[in-house]
């Protein structure tokens, strides 16, 4: 069965701080990872994903798959990033859902 | 370029009654879904499609039927609304070969009385 974990339902840290969001996932074969964002009104959104390898809006997010992990990292927090995020995992090779965690609201306090 | 729509955004419901929720969108897209949204819940599936004409059980489907009998359309269907099913509706849309990026609604809040 695939379960994603984010144990941090509230996550509050300071502009300029650096911010870690958590995530844990249980999966038998191979995943895909991604984590999603949901800005305040706007829609949800795909933020990055491990395949791509890349950095955007300064965060980055590395597979662990010996810890099952796949936690969001930016070094220095600022306060447009104060959304809801979500990480979210598929089975490689023509997945046909996505299956989420519960969320985690991060809040930069200036 | 709409996206993804649907309709309505609010409804207010009483127990028992029944409503459908829409979803459009315009990316020619084999992929659908409709996800429900809850505080300390996360996003869980409803029901999803992978194509006009299939449609496929999610993780909480009870209480819930859906229709696609064209491909822009998905269609969730509550027909006896239950206070448990007051939340916020998500569908979004995915290009076939796998799914990689959800493009989603603006989300339906409904409440059941």
């Not at chain 1, 974990?5 to 300071?14: A, D, H, I, M, R």
């Not at chain 2, 999803?48 to 359309?73: C, F, H, I, M, W």
């Not at chain 2, 998905?74 to 509706?89: D, I, K, N």
Request: glycine letters at 10%; hydrophobic letters at 35%.
């Amino acid at each position: 069965a695939q379960r994603v974990t984010q144990p941090e339902k509230l996550l509050s840290v300071f502009k300029g701080a650096p911010v870690e969001l958590k995530c844990n996932y249980s999966y038998s074969g191979s995943p895909e990872l991604f984590w999603y964002v949901q800005y305040s009104r706007q829609r949800l959104q795909l933020l990055l994903r491990h395949i791509s390898r890349e950095s955007i809006k300064g965060f980055t997010a590395d597979l662990n798959k010996g810890e099952t992990s796949f936690h969001l990292k930016k070094p220095f927090a600022q306060e447009e990033d104060s959304a809801m995020y979500y990480c979210a995992l598929s089975g490689l090779q023509g997945a046909q859902k996505l299956v989420f965690g519960q969320g985690t609201r991060l809040t930069i306090n200036p | 370029n709409a996206g993804v729509t649907q309709t309505p955004k609010f409804r207010v419901l009483k127990t028992g009654q029944s409503m459908t929720l829409l979803c459009a969108q315009d990316m020619n897209h084999e992929y659908m879904y409709w996800y429900r949204q809850d505080p300390g819940m996360g996003l869980r599936l409803i029901h999803y499609s992978v194509g006009e004409g299939t449609t496929a059980k999610g993780e909480v489907p009870d209480g819930y039927n859906v229709s696609r009998l064209k491909k822009q359309n998905f269609l969730l269907g509550l027909e006896s609304a239950a206070p448990s099913q007051t939340s916020v509706y998500f569908c979004a849309s995915s290009p076939p070969g796998g799914v990689r990026e959800l493009f989603f609604g603006e989300g339906s809040r409904l409440t059941v009385l």
